[in-house]
């Protein structure tokens, strides 16, 4: 099956894309930039900067939304950095079938090799690679779904890391078996315990799966050897990892190349765990046209597809990074503030006295007959009044995608702190003409 | 679990320590640093230092075994590539309870981020760092043995990088809370599958897994978070890669100094699969008596614990890393050529037509009822005469451990031919005096 995936990638050509792929890849990449400028100065990210300083190597890849005299450095820490930076707030991608994160592990470890090579990368070429990565990843992941996430991994690191190794090799033009040694050196690198989720950890995830996959394919493309059946030997990382049948592994990859993993990515509106999104897209709405004030409501009933208490459940969040997990928090800023992004899950927003009553008064039960992105809210008021909410399909779904204006308007919300309005506003350009783009190694120029 | 382990760490000092634990210690790291001279010119240790020269940062840190012009490089790729130099002869050491090579991942990580501390490090400090970090690697180890190997999971680097992280947790002096979170940083890293078992990435597991652990206690350092129960929780390391109840971890963690792993180290007279080589020593014993050619022999029956067939039955080895999985190769050269170092397992010896014609006509069975360090071979000779010899520890077992002198005739065989006959002595001395030494960091100077 390695093998059989190796071959797939070296064959796959840009006449092959549906258009409607390329755009979908666009938009991920588009997205994922926006997120990483937005992350560059979370701690978890500025940390690993400054302790990892003293072993960059020469100067070659891009840090998006540093300052410029911190903004070039070796490509493999820009690659950790990078995917660091792009899922710390929780606000990056979502393929929704297996809850992977998709496009931080491949972006960061495909844009940093590029900007090694002394030759132009033009935009289409990167966004095959992009796609190749994606579309691996993501079958990997439903053929090891759900019992590798159950166990107890961070699926979007694990897979991440093989994501990584593909598109790196593919922009790097290795043949087959050196693509499948990477696939195998990548698989071995099995990072991601869902036990990090709520520390920095969560996010040095996938920016360690970057790295893990571009050193795969590094070493893969100087000879280095790994196993040509890593994923699908008894003790591969299908079995290793999952309890699932090979037999799925076997469906999935003859699936490449005939349905596409890329065009289900779906973006997130609010900077969090997505199972809380139609909860906090509810409770929005009920802002809007009902709240002012948390005085006055008694309690508030949420209820909620069984993951969203599996993943988050916190009651008390201490932090920012904590209240991604709380389906309180979301409900909170939801109804009070009417709106969730990165500002509302600031350290201070999440202590603030009038969020921690709210939370307070809200209880949330599940119920398995919910699909994820659907939910009902049940407000009780001190006059005794009550308010239902029902949210069929939470905004950023596959049935209510984000538009272009809306993924615009997020990117501008992270990028205009960081850059200005005008380095921002180019660097949106700069991403959206990307296919078109004779070499996209421009890209320091602007993001 | 993770807390009671730091706490125990941060506490742990020199004048707690037996005196023959402190012994057996200072053998592993003399041990270890002569395999790694012996690996720095195989070719898993040489593509991965030439694919990463590209990315190497500031100079601190000794490649050992190398050319004087290549030989300081960052510590983090000297961590890795010492890493891989070590294990890459399978010549390495083993605790034998869980089949850890414990020193490599641990040293390769210490030795890396010592050299760039700018204070003089004494040797019994590196010693007892060295000593923290293989107890808590080995107690790992014991707390998920079998089902963790058994599943697939090369034990040496998925123990290997939390034990690094422990090492070089105790040298920084990080207190506990930062040691407990080096130690989930490391535990989210599980690095290693079996399947990779006859390539360069078998080699690869020790050395990443040290740069795993090295980058764990850096950024738990530096404030990096992750959390604090990440080998015990529901999704925590015990619990994701193994089938063992959390009540062996608690007995392990509150074994920590009341029994001493790292006493039971023991070392390799072989380069390759420990489980080999009573059937080696075995070998050599007939040829030593009886034999000069393989022409006479018409068959070879061994008879053999069951992991030696599970772990290195390969029949018909292609090249040396392929033959150090084959206990046929190790009985043929045993029998043929009268002995195993790493010149009997050069790749032009293993495809050496009498060798592949005596491995012809050697068959194994398993037999349950035989301990791990035991076997029975059964020459058949033409003319119709049997010779039968048991063996009942293998010379490097624990019952019959390796001298000092026989260290030391295997450091000098390693080093000899990298270093000349001259700087192999005195690096020999250097590491043997290495706990009376005053600053480590001289290493650089010797090997």
Redesign the interface.
């Known amino acids: 099956m390695s093998t059989a995936i190796a071959n797939w990638v070296v064959s796959l050509t840009s006449t092959s894309l549906p258009a409607t792929v390329s755009q979908a890849a666009l938009r991920s990449f588009y997205n994922w930039a926006g997120c990483t400028v937005g992350g560059a100065a979370h701690?978890?990210t500025t940390?690993?900067s400054?302790?990892?300083s003293?072993?960059?190597?020469?100067p070659t890849s891009t840090l998006l939304g540093c300052r410029l005299d911190t903004k070039v450095i070796?490509?493999?820490h820009a690659a950790l950095i990078n995917g660091i930076a792009s899922h710390v707030h929780d606000y990056d991608d979502t393929h929704l079938d297996t809850i992977i994160h998709p496009t931080g592990p491949v972006a960061a470890a495909l844009l940093s090799v590029c900007e090694?090579l002394h030759r132009p990368i033009p935009g289409n070429d990167f966004l095959l690679a992009l796609i190749a990565g994606i579309e691996v990843e993501c079958k990997l992941g439903l053929a090891v779904w759900p019992s590798h996430y159950d166990?107890?991994?961070?699926i979007t690191s694990t897979t991440g890391s093989i994501g990584a190794a593909v598109a790196v090799s593919k922009i790097l033009g290795l043949t087959s078996e050196q693509t499948a040694h990477a696939i195998?050196?990548a698989?071995?690198?099995?990072?991601?315990?869902?036990?990090?989720f709520?520390?920095?950890?969560k996010s040095?995830?996938p920016g360690?799966a970057a790295q893990n996959g571009l050193?795969a394919a590094?070493?893969a493309?100087?000879?280095?050897?790994?196993?040509l059946?890593?994923l699908e030997?008894?003790?591969?990382?299908v079995?290793?990892s999952s309890e699932e049948a090979l037999a799925n592994l076997h469906i999935q990859v003859d699936s490449l190349g005939k349905t596409w993993e890329t065009e289900k990515n779906s973006f997130k509106p609010f900077p969090c765990g997505i199972v809380i999104h139609p909860v906090i897209d509810g409770c929005i709405s009920l802002h809007r046209k009902h709240l002012t004030s948390s005085e006055e409501i008694v309690s508030v009933m949420l209820t909620v597809h069984p993951l969203v208490l599996e993943l988050t459940g916190k009651k008390y969040p201490r932090d920012g990074l904590e209240a991604k997990f709380s389906v309180y928090h979301g409900a909170a800023v939801g109804l009070l503030l009417g709106k969730a992004t990165p500002a509302q899950y600031e350290d201070a927003v999440v202590l603030d006295p009038h969020l921690v009553q709210l939370r307070d008064r809200i209880a949330a039960v599940a119920d398995p007959s919910l699909r994820p992105d659907e939910c009902h809210i049940t407000l009780t008021f001190e006059n005794g009044a009550r308010l239902e909410k029902h949210v069929d399909h939470a905004v950023g779904s596959v049935h209510r995608p984000m538009t272009d204006a809306q993924l615009q308007a997020k990117f501008l919300d992270q990028c205009v702190p960081v850059l200005g309005v005008d380095r921002a506003n180019r660097a949106s350009d700069w991403c959206w003409g990307l296919e078109a783009r004779d070499d996209i190694r421009s890209i320091h120029e602007v993001l």
Chains 1, 2 share one sequence.
């Open positions: 701690p978890a940390i690993a400054r302790t990892l003293r072993f960059f190597g020469p070796d490509a493999q090694t166990v107890g991994w961070h195998g050196l698989a071995t690198q099995v990072t991601g315990l869902r036990e990090m709520g520390s920095h950890t040095f995830h360690r050193l590094l070493l493309e100087e000879g280095y050897t790994s196993s059946q890593a030997a008894k003790r591969g990382w079995n290793v």
